[in-house]
């Protein structure tokens, strides 16, 4: 069984940087499981911000950033306004066809 | 620009079936391989079905497997779900979503929410 993981919360100040990771528990996440992660506000659809590691989709600010940190994914939000105050997910390509997303991290901004 | 319009959703009783349809538009339709992902409520996000720009391949979550049925008409641009034998944990809000390349999920549309209750 395959999970992936994502810390539950995590707490940034306004201009401040922070450091969300998605991790596998086996193994390591590497650039062939195509990471994406995305921003969820209460009744929004998800919005994509990266994927495939560290590309960001079109109209995302550069402040948002994805790349590979030791064995995880990881999604780095520098310079951290209110309006990023939202749930996050990241997603895994696990091969034949199968993705399987993070339990999500909800993010305060404070 | 991407555009993908989920409909379909709606209340049906456990064991009833229901058939969601995503209209897709802005992109070449039949070059790119599609999914539905699902959000049950104040819960997370999880993937139900994909299948290939060409149907050849077609992948299903082992909650949903047995149940659900992906197709798509690519001369008509719409990605389908056949849900039968619904049960109350299918509830969820159902969004249709396509990959690029290999990177899974990158476009979303705005959900389509189906309640099973009776």
């Known amino acids: 069984q395959t999970v992936v993981t994502q810390e539950p919360s995590f707490s940034v100040s306004p201009g401040g940087t922070v450091t969300l990771t998605c991790g596998l528990n086996s193994g390591s996440v590497s650039t062939s499981h195509y990471p994406g ?6 009744g929004q659809a998800p919005r994509t911000l990266i994927y495939s590691t560290n590309t960001r989709s079109s109209g995302v600010p550069d402040r948002f950033s994805g790349s590979i940190l030791g064995n995880k994914a990881a999604l780095t939000i520098t310079g951290a306004q209110a309006d ?6 990241c997603v895994l390509y696990m091969g034949s066809g199968s993705k399987v997303f ?4 909800k993010v305060t901004v404070l | 620009e991407v555009q993908l319009v989920e409909s379909g959703g709606g209340l049906v009783k456990p064991g009833g079936s229901l058939r969601l349809s995503c209209a897709a538009s802005g992109f070449s339709f039949s070059s790119y391989s599609m999914n539905w992902v699902r959000q049950a409520p104040g819960m997370g996000l999880e993937w139900v079905s994909s299948i290939t720009y060409s149907s050849d391949y077609i992948y299903y979550a ?6 659900f049925t992906i197709s798509r008409d690519n001369a008509k641009n719409s990605l389908f779900l056949q849900m039968n034998n619904l049960r109350a944990e ?3 809000i159902y969004y249709c979503a396509r990959d690029h390349g290999w990177s899974p999920l990158v476009s979303w549309g705005q959900g389509t929410l189906v309640t099973v209750s009776s």
């Not at chain 2, 082992?62 to 149940?67: A, E, F, I, L, Q």
């Open chain 1, 102 to 105: 993070g339990g999500g991290t």
């Open chain 2, 90 to 92: 299918d509830t969820a």
């Open chain 2, 62 to 67: 082992d909650s949903v497997k047995g149940r």
């Open chain 1, 84 to 89: 990023d105050e939202s749930d996050y997910y």
């Open chain 1, 37 to 42: 992660w995305y921003q969820q506000t209460p």
